[in-house]
């Protein structure tokens, strides 16, 4: 069992960042793929950005160039720093644990999954 727990979220506004953190304990951090997902109620779960261990990276086009993500294994972290922030990026924001990158970037899964914090952005 992998246990996620997120922080960071809160209101904005347009223009403006925030970074969320997502810490890790059970298994060993490191042999997962880490990544984020966003969600509006009433809507499908939404693929954000997933990083491996080895550094290699994806992102949703939606956010390519403002949101980056980030990983201390040594701390059992994942970071996701979102800059430019946009009223769309209002929603949910949750932390997952795959074993592999492309069920997350692909599958559009994961296998364990934080609580979820919320992100709303004015304008």
């Known amino acids: 069992q992998v246990q996620l727990v997120e922080s960071g979220g809160g209101l904005v506004q347009a223009g403006g960042s925030l970074r969320l953190s997502c810490a890790a304990s059970?298994?060993?951090?490191?042999?997962?793929?880490m990544g984020w997902f966003r969600q509006t109620p009433g809507k499908e779960r939404a693929f954000v950005a997933a990083m491996a261990w080895s550094g290699v990276r994806y992102y949703a086009d939606s956010v390519k160039g403002r949101f980056t993500i980030s990983r201390d294994n040594a701390k059992n972290t994942v970071y996701l720093q979102m800059n430019s922030l946009k009223p769309e990026d209002t929603d949910v924001y949750y932390c997952a644990a795959a074993t592999t990158l492309s069920r997350m970037s692909i599958n559009l899964a994961a296998d364990y999954w934080g609580q979820g914090t919320q992100v709303t952005v004015s304008s």
């Open positions: 059970g298994r060993t951090f490191s042999n997962y793929a």
